[in-house]
């Protein structure tokens, strides 16, 4: 049964998240080969809904209410080695949670929270619910015989893993394969990830690479006439989250990218054919968040033209579209529990991991900058035009903390702008959203520790493997053994 306030978090956000795209709750297609009817129907849809979200926009038909917050958090289920194992159906069944649901391999599922205002004792909120449910999912590994895991890319991953038959056992799944590839003219997904370390090129038949990518993704429903300010501020604030959270330094054996996530992900998906599928964006937006839905409707092609007989009031045509497109900052359209519609800003940019302190702490750190950033850029002040906040952003993806960025027109070290800059500036955002004062500081502190050690997930990650040689069995039993324990990842030593 579906809990109380399970059913206020999808109602209130009207859709979960369900691996690579969002689509309505429990939803399943019938098949994965489409009629060209089936297309012409979708994309006359998807305009309608576009137009009309447009027309709610601009009339002040959607949501004003302030900031709410929620997040989700994809992980893995290992053996005892510590090598991913495909039981996500037999595990969804014994946890039978709402808040816990599919990813793309069978090996991965996702935990969302229910969303609440940011405010007061919010984070009290967040960590009490999911320290509940991460108890509950450690009952049933445990029940199972296996482990839980939460890292952005698994160390002991074989490319042998990404195979179709470990692909979740729904149509959606295929059917968003089957149409990547289409769009690839049946092409093989090229991989060319390189570092100071190494380089990884390989060729995949499938979009299973992307499954290799597991994250911690933080959601913020916004007032509609300043989504496109917070959906700036997002992006601006990416290289700082980027650079405090890397925990993906690690894919099939190479030292790669801090955040391999980052060019995984972008490139596991790749149609290649015009805007990229996941990319940064492609620009601020200047008046209002619906610039990103007019980008969609006109320059992405449609990926999987599901029917739903909902009324277009709905948006699921445009929801679903909107969902197979995969900015690092997207923006979402859902409901409040009135059946208003809302915008929401989703932060895929953080990893999953390393442990639940953690995670709290980076959405503390976000939720607070978001805030103060958005104030700026409504005051037209940017503290970088869009082509440095994407470099910014990058860099902080290959090199983390170590990485350099342009703020203000001064080139700096990452931490020295998160320590002297960013961190005041989040504090004062929590202020403004009238967060606890000492939830604040907790966590606030976990960051500022985090930065000044130097020691985020991907450098303790490589410090291990410098330390005890490239024993990716060892290494994963070590960190699972400290998540377990739950201790901020500052605080871990090399042992």
Not at 96 to 114: G, Q, R, V
Not at 229 to 241: G, K, M, P, V
Not at 443 to 460: C, F, H, K, M, P
Request: proline share 4%; net charge negative.
């Amino acid at each position: 049964m579906t809990s109380g306030r399970a059913e206020r978090a999808i109602m209130a956000y009207g859709v979960i998240s369900l691996a690579c795209y969002t689509i309505p709750m429990g939803t399943e297609i019938k098949h994965t080969h489409f009629t060209a009817e089936a297309w012409s129907r979708f994309s006359a849809r998807l305009a309608q809904e576009t137009v009309l979200l447009e027309a709610c926009y601009r009339s002040g038909k959607c949501s004003g209410h302030p900031p709410v917050g929620g997040f989700e958090i994809e992980s893995w289920l290992l053996d005892k080695r510590m090598r991913p194992v495909g039981e996500n159906v037999s595990f969804l069944e014994r946890f039978d949670n709402e808040l816990a649901t599919y990813e793309l391999a069978t090996f991965n599922f996702e935990l969302n929270n229910t969303p609440l205002p940011l405010q007061d004792g919010v984070f009290h909120d967040f960590l009490k619910e999911m320290h509940a449910l991460c108890r509950r999912a450690t009952t049933v590994t445990e029940e199972m015989d296996i482990r839980l895991l939460n890292i952005g890319t698994l160390p002991t991953l074989k490319q042998s893993d990404l195979c179709i038959a470990n692909m979740s056992p729904m149509k959606r799944y295929h059917a968003l394969n089957e149409q990547i590839l289409r769009e690839r003219h049946g092409r093989d997904i090229v991989l060319d990830i390189a570092s100071d370390k190494a380089h990884l090129t390989l060729s995949h038949s499938s979009m299973m690479m992307e499954s290799a990518t597991t994250s911690f993704q933080i959601h913020t429903q916004v007032p509609f006439d300043k989504a496109h300010h917070y959906y700036n501020a997002s992006i601006l604030a990416s290289a700082a989250t980027m650079a405090l959270s890397a925990n993906a330094p690690l894919l099939f054996g190479k030292q790669l990218w801090h955040e391999t996530r980052i060019p995984l992900f972008e490139q596991s998906v790749d149609t290649g054919e015009g805007l990229k599928r996941v990319s940064f964006g492609s620009g601020f937006v200047r008046e209002s968040i619906m610039e990103c839905f007019r980008e969609n409707l006109e320059k992405y092609d449609i990926l999987l033209p599901i029917q739903f007989d909902s009324e277009a009031g709905m948006f699921q045509h445009l929801q679903l579209h909107n969902g197979t497109i995969w900015r690092w900052n997207r923006p979402l359209v859902g409901f409040d529990e009135d059946g208003t519609p809302h915008f929401r800003i989703e932060h895929r940019v953080m990893p999953s991991g390393p442990t639940l302190v953690d995670m709290l702490a980076n959405a503390a750190f976000y939720y607070g900058l978001e805030v103060k950033l958005a104030e700026a850029c409504e005051a037209g002040e940017f503290a970088c035009d869009f082509d440095t906040a994407t470099e910014n952003f990058y860099a902080a993806a290959r090199e983390g903390l170590g990485s350099r960025v342009r703020w203000q027109g001064k080139q700096l070290p990452v931490r020295q702008l998160i320590l002297e800059q960013l961190l005041p500036l989040a504090k004062e955002g929590l202020e403004e959203l009238r967060i606890d004062p000492k939830d604040s500081e907790y966590y606030l502190s976990i960051v500022e520790d985090r930065v000044r050690t130097g020691q985020n997930g991907a450098a303790w990650q490589l410090a291990y493997l410098a330390r005890y040689g490239e024993d990716m069995e060892r290494l994963t039993q070590a960190y699972w053994q400290h998540q377990q324990e739950g201790n901020p990842v500052h605080t871990w030593k090399i042992t």
